[in-house]
């Protein structure tokens, strides 16, 4: 592995000056800030952290995150309300980005103008022209940008990738995948601190570029709800499907778009779907065939929560949830007949000509075929998010390429964003994935 210092200097040469100087810090350890320290920043932060990562500071809005992130990581950490002040220092080499949607493309921007490395959560953006000048950003400056769907650096896609390019189940043709809950927490209600005062909560500051409101500690606790912060159930979780879905046919993004669906259950003043349903024609792609996904996201499943995948081919179906599973059943190797409503004489001669051709045959052992089912499974505790970190940090030392760089990001999050536009406007949209840009 190379050492600090060797990084830093590769990475010094792509870059300006300036921003070559805030890489420093006094030992070999990488050092992170997070922006955003709620639920999948405290995630975030533990991932890096267990990579061998050093915290150094948290910026976030409402003090008891700031209160928090000193409980769970110590009183060493700076912490500030105002992520800016994170990015001017200089003992800081990367940031990871866990805010609420509507801050990612800003924050993200500024960072690597800062010369600061991204870890940014997804969806990379939420606004669909904000991705292509993103990954211009990350160009431009010769930062890392990860993006945070962790599913792309799962073993357990890269096993169902290999699969799929080994043939295991002939040829695709559509993918089904779908992500149901049934519970008030699954449905985004999460708990408001019994301390969300305007003293405590730098509420403007949570608002930012978004249309300005009186203080309502609700629209921040639960931002994803609003279309204001957020992405709904689009940009949320088909997200983390199209992301892993690319990632397992190397394809790019869909050709046209259409989405439906409403808010049937959850009617708390939120201004998204509870359920949403997308489908998505996909062009083919090297020796991808073309094939159709269907996605679902339902919030009102009274079975309870289920994810997964379902990639059907010519020859079998591959399943992944926890790990994949590949079913076959053989097609028979006679056609077989439908003639029972036919005339008498008519059916005769039909079955005549048929035994002529598939002559009848007593059943054997020999000619029986095989239909079965093999699952794959990782290691027991194995996590996909750990593997993404470490991606990252990885990539960061070596200033080699991450798994989920901007394109892929936006290639993802622009069909999502896509269904979001598709389900508010009541129209189909046809996109390029090749340019990622709105066609036609
Ligand atoms: N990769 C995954 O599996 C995964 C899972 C959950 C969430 N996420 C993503 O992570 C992000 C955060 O989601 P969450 O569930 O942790 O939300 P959260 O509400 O728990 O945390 C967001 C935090 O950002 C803070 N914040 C808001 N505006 C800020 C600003 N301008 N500057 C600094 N801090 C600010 C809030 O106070 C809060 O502490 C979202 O983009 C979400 O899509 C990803």
Same mark, same amino acid.
């Given at each position: 592995?190379?050492?600090?210092?060797?990084?830093?200097?590769?990475?010094?040469?792509?870059?300006?000056?300036?921003?070559?100087?805030?890489?420093?810090?006094?030992?070999?350890?990488?050092?992170?800030?997070?922006?955003?320290?709620?639920?999948?920043?405290?995630?975030?932060?533990?991932?890096?952290?267990?990579?061998?990562?050093?915290?150094?500071?948290?910026?976030?809005?409402?003090?008891?995150?700031?209160?928090?992130?000193?409980?769970?990581?110590?009183?060493?950490?700076?912490?500030?309300?105002?992520?800016?002040?994170?990015?001017?220092?200089?003992?800081?080499?990367?940031?990871?980005?866990?805010?609420?949607?509507?801050?990612?493309?800003?924050?993200?921007?500024?960072?690597?103008?800062?010369?600061?490395?991204?870890?940014?959560?997804?969806?990379?953006?939420?606004?669909?022209?904000?991705?292509?000048?993103?990954?211009?950003?990350?160009?431009?400056?010769?930062?890392?940008?990860?993006?945070?769907?962790?599913?792309?650096?799962?073993?357990?896609?890269?096993?169902?990738?290999?699969?799929?390019?080994?043939?295991?189940?002939?040829?695709?043709?559509?993918?089904?995948?779908?992500?149901?809950?049934?519970?008030?927490?699954?449905?985004?209600?999460?708990?408001?601190?019994?301390?969300?005062?305007?003293?405590?909560?730098?509420?403007?500051?949570?608002?930012?570029?978004?249309?300005?409101?009186?203080?309502?500690?609700?629209?921040?606790?639960?931002?994803?709800?609003?279309?204001?912060?957020?992405?709904?159930?689009?940009?949320?979780?088909?997200?983390?499907?199209?992301?892993?879905?690319?990632?397992?046919?190397?394809?790019?993004?869909?050709?046209?778009?259409?989405?439906?669906?409403?808010?049937?259950?959850?009617?708390?003043?939120?201004?998204?779907?509870?359920?949403?349903?997308?489908?998505?024609?996909?062009?083919?792609?090297?020796?991808?065939?073309?094939?159709?996904?269907?996605?679902?996201?339902?919030?009102?499943?009274?079975? +309870?929560? @289920?994810?997964?995948?379902?990639?059907?081919? *010519? &020859?079998?179906?591959? $399943? #992944? =949830?926890? +790990?994949? @599973?590949?079913?076959?059943?053989?097609?028979? *190797? &006679?056609?077989?007949? $439908? #003639? =029972?409503?036919?005339?008498?004489?008519?059916?005769?001669?039909?079955?005549? &000509?048929?035994?002529?051709?598939?002559?009848?045959?007593?059943?054997?052992?020999?000619?029986?075929?095989?239909?079965?089912?093999?699952?794959?499974?990782?290691?027991?505790?194995?996590?996909?998010?750990?593997?993404?970190?470490?991606?990252?940090?990885?990539?960061?030392?070596?200033?080699?390429?991450?798994?989920?760089?901007?394109?892929?990001?936006?290639?993802?999050?622009?069909?999502?964003?896509?269904?979001?536009?598709?389900?508010?406007?009541?129209?189909?949209?046809?996109?390029?994935?090749?340019?990622?840009?709105?066609?036609?």
């Amino acid at each position: 592995m190379p050492t600090r210092r060797h990084f830093l200097q590769s990475a010094a040469a792509a870059l300006p000056l300036s921003a070559a100087q805030t890489t420093r810090s006094a030992n070999d350890r990488i050092q992170i800030a997070t922006i955003g320290l709620g639920g999948m920043g405290t995630g975030d932060t533990q991932s890096s952290l267990a990579n061998g990562a050093k915290l150094v500071a948290v910026a976030d809005i409402y003090q008891g995150r700031l209160t928090r992130a000193r409980e769970s990581f110590g009183n060493d950490v700076a912490i500030t309300r105002d992520y800016r002040e994170v990015l001017a220092r200089k003992d800081v080499d990367a940031v990871i980005i866990s805010t609420p949607d509507h801050w990612h493309a800003r924050i993200a921007t500024e960072a690597m103008q800062a010369g600061k490395d991204v870890y940014v959560e997804k969806p990379m953006v939420q606004k669909l022209d904000d991705g292509l000048p993103l990954a211009e950003v990350a160009k431009a400056t010769g930062r890392i940008l990860q993006v945070g769907s962790q599913r792309v650096s799962s073993v357990v896609y890269k096993k169902a990738q290999m699969l799929l390019e080994s043939g295991a189940i002939g040829e695709l043709n559509m993918v089904e995948a779908w992500w149901d809950r049934n519970s008030a927490i699954g449905a985004w209600q999460y708990s408001i601190p019994t301390d969300a005062t305007p003293e405590n909560i730098d509420w403007d500051r949570f608002i930012g570029a978004a249309p300005k409101r009186a203080f309502e500690p609700t629209r921040l606790f639960r931002w994803r709800n609003y279309q204001d912060y957020g992405t709904g159930v689009a940009g949320d979780l088909f997200v983390h499907l199209f992301s892993g879905m690319h990632f397992i046919t190397g394809a790019i993004g869909p050709e046209r778009v259409y989405a439906t669906g409403g808010l049937r259950y959850w009617k708390d003043g939120r201004d998204v779907p509870d359920v949403m349903l997308g489908v998505y024609d996909y062009p083919s792609r090297g020796k991808m065939p073309a094939f159709n996904l269907a996605l679902r996201v339902n919030f009102v499943n009274g079975a +309870g929560e @289920t994810s997964g995948f379902r990639f059907v081919g *010519s &020859e079998g179906i591959m $399943t #992944v =949830d926890n +790990g994949v @599973t590949v079913s076959k059943q053989p097609r028979e *190797s &006679e056609p077989g007949y $439908t #003639v =029972d409503q036919f005339p008498k004489a008519v059916q005769d001669q039909y079955l005549k &000509e048929y035994y002529a051709k598939y002559p009848r045959q007593n059943p054997t052992a020999d000619a029986m075929r095989p239909a079965n089912q093999e699952k794959y499974l990782p290691p027991p505790g194995y996590s996909d998010h750990m593997d993404h970190h470490r991606n990252f940090l990885e990539a960061v030392r070596s200033r080699k390429p991450v798994t989920e760089d901007a394109l892929f990001g936006i290639r993802a999050a622009g069909p999502a964003l896509l269904s979001n536009m598709s389900i508010f406007n009541k129209r189909p949209y046809n996109w390029n994935p090749e340019a990622v840009k709105i066609a036609g």
